[in-house]
T-cell receptor, first 112, second 111 residues
């Protein structure tokens, strides 16, 4: 059974810092990995999708990397802003039915 | 640009009542799924569908039914609500194996 772990569970940084969120998964036979953002009381917003054949994806200040063989992904946020404060979720798609399995998330607070 | 639309946004039920959570998508995605999100448990898959007329169980299917009569709609039915079903429910859709898009969620309280 696929298991996804996100470390740390919570992170607080001052504005302007560059930061890294970590995601690890136990079964490397994935189709893709997706990073989401969730604001309190809201739905999930897709940030980046990395296919299993890719090593990284970039969108603006966000860069996600994937090392499938070691079962790891990182989300790099450059020059963090208070508006980046949210919970960040990592999910991997695996199995014959291509299910999404989620980590428990990292709650990020960027202090002004 | 509706994307994935869930209704209602909030609902309070009494134990034993039944109800249907609605989910509709306008992206012609074949794959749709329902998750519940609970504190400390993350998002867990309830049921999913790979196309009209095809559904299957996820990790936590007990107490829920689904059907998929059209590509656009994937309703989730609570047969006899229990306090343990108090949760936030999310519907998602995607092309098979591709980027997933989520609705805004339904916050359900069972008293």
């Amino acid at each position: 059974k696929q298991e996804v772990t996100q470390i740390p569970a919570a992170l607080s940084v001052p504005e302007g810092e560059n930061l890294v969120l970590n995601c690890s998964f136990t079964d490397s036979a994935i189709y893709n990995l997706q990073w989401f953002r969730q604001d309190p009381g809201k739905g999930l917003t897709s940030l980046l999708l990395i296919q299993s054949s890719q090593r990284e994806q970039t969108s603006g200040r966000l860069n996600a990397s994937l090392d499938k063989s070691s079962g790891r992904s990182t989300l790099y946020i450059a020059a963090s802003q208070p508006g980046d404060s949210a919970t960040y979720l990592c999910a991997v798609r695996t199995g014959s039915a291509r299910q999404l399995t989620f980590g428990s998330g990292t709650q990020l607070t960027v202090l002004p | 640009n509706a994307g994935v639309t869930q209704t209602p946004k909030f609902q309070v039920l009494k134990t034993g009542q039944s109800m249907t959570l609605q989910c509709a998508q306008d992206m012609n995605h074949e794959y749709m799924s329902w998750y519940r999100q609970d504190p400390g448990m993350g998002l867990r898959l309830i049921h999913y569908s790979v196309g009209a007329g095809i559904t299957d169980q996820g990790e936590v299917p007990n107490g829920y039914n689904v059907s998929r009569s059209t590509t656009e709609d994937f309703p989730l039915r609570l047969l006899s609500a229990a306090p343990s079903q108090t949760s936030v429910y999310f519907c998602a859709s995607s092309r098979t194996g591709a980027e997933a898009f989520f609705g805004q969620g339904t916050r359900l309280t069972v008293v």
